[in-house]
């Protein structure tokens, strides 16, 4: 009964049958405790902890286990060193909470002390390293755990498969896929969905796709492994008709299927398709989900449908940093400042923390908008406070609002006195920003040397300054410019249409 209400989140059910049994044995506080932290009440199953008669190992690991997702490490560890004997499962416990709240060092130093490790230990190392993007850390481990004969499980092969896919270990992932076939896993749905992964980031295309026709799976995560796998090595098309597959045969498309299919819309700027795609979403009640309408506000953002965009944004229920930036740069993209403005207003009200990518698209929207003095004065704020660290693509937008606004000397300034070296591209925005005049010619002259300084080869410093000599008429300086480029190799590219093959 207790278990019942549990399971239905009625804990004041629960906890009243709790009160009213008159012998209670340990299983039952257990329960309890469990059933409170399944129910959001850590302050009550810390209380019901501190008045058990008596606690074994599952009582201490419960708690462990209900600190660590909450991101309370130290009171973790605290429970975990007060343990009178501590079996593998509670240190199985401590090293996969660590690694989810990010101390990856601190698992892999209590994985070192371990008296006894099972292979879920070992699979709880490889799987957290893996996730925190140390891979061939992860693959170091596997090395270890199969000299040592541990047997592999279901787990522990999707884990390192997913490893050896991020870091293209093409051999080593060939010989997992022998010891699936030798191990009876072929026919395991992650494992099947982990190998199409696994061979589309090595760009082995004809692998994942004759394995996805060998099975033929009904599983929704082995057919959004095939079309992000055709997405992964821009096979787009490919991978919207797998959608369509998918749909036609029944197969019901998760939040993983509708983002990778969104994107290959995106990318090939297939506009009405995606529109097809909103509509199932929609049918399917993914429309609020935060990652597919993310997708959504990129697809119609930069396909020109500014609205569509922000009414996909504003379906969202649980917006996160990646969505207001989405919906700031795709207003920035549009030349809608004030909007864009508006949102970081509505994102700190919402207390999502703006990052780096935020003030890139906000610098971008004031200068594209004409909101020169909001422009400078966000970079300002951004100099003299501490939200985020100051980055090339920081100054390449405020040199643009400077250059923008006329005052081409103060951009000079400033990227005379960043505090990392300029690079090419931060002067090339300055070059590109010199319109004409006698001062902006002298700025232009000293920055184009700065750039073929750089980069000898580089074409946009000569063809703009020489369109900056064509347009004050000082047509001898553009023939020497044209005779300079020709003899240092830097070749302009021809236009052409993107139509023609």
Known sequence: MISSCVNDFKLDEALNLFDETPQRDLIMWNLMIKGCISCGSLDMAL???AEMPERNVVSWTTMISAFLKKGMVEQARGLFQEMPERDTAAWNAMI????????????????????DRNVISWTTMISGLDQMGRNDEALSIFVKMVGIGMKLTASTLCSVLSSCAKTGE????????????KLGYAFDTYIVASLITFYANCKRIEEFVKIYYEKLFKNVVVWTSVLTGYGANDEHESALEVFLEMIRLGVFPNQSTFTSALNSSNEIEALGFGRGIHGTAVKLGFETDVFVGNALVVLYTKSGSIHDGIRSFKAIEKKNVVSWNTVIVGCAQHGCGEWAVAFLGQMMKAGVRPDGITFTGLLSACSHSGLWKKGRGLFTGLRRGSWVELKLEHYACMVDILCRSGEVAEAEELVEGMPVEANVSIWVALLSGCRGGEVEVEVAERVAERILRLDPGCTAGYVLLSNIYAGCGRWGDVARMRTRMKATGAVKETARSTYLN
Do not use: D, T, W
């Open 170 to 181: 093409l051999c080593l992932g060939i010989q997992l896929h022998g010891q699936i076939a």
């Open 96 to 115: 996969h909470g660590l690694f989810v709240n990010g101390r990856a060092e601190e698992a892999s130093s209590m994985f070192e002390l371990m008296p």
């Open 47 to 49: 209380k019901l902890f």
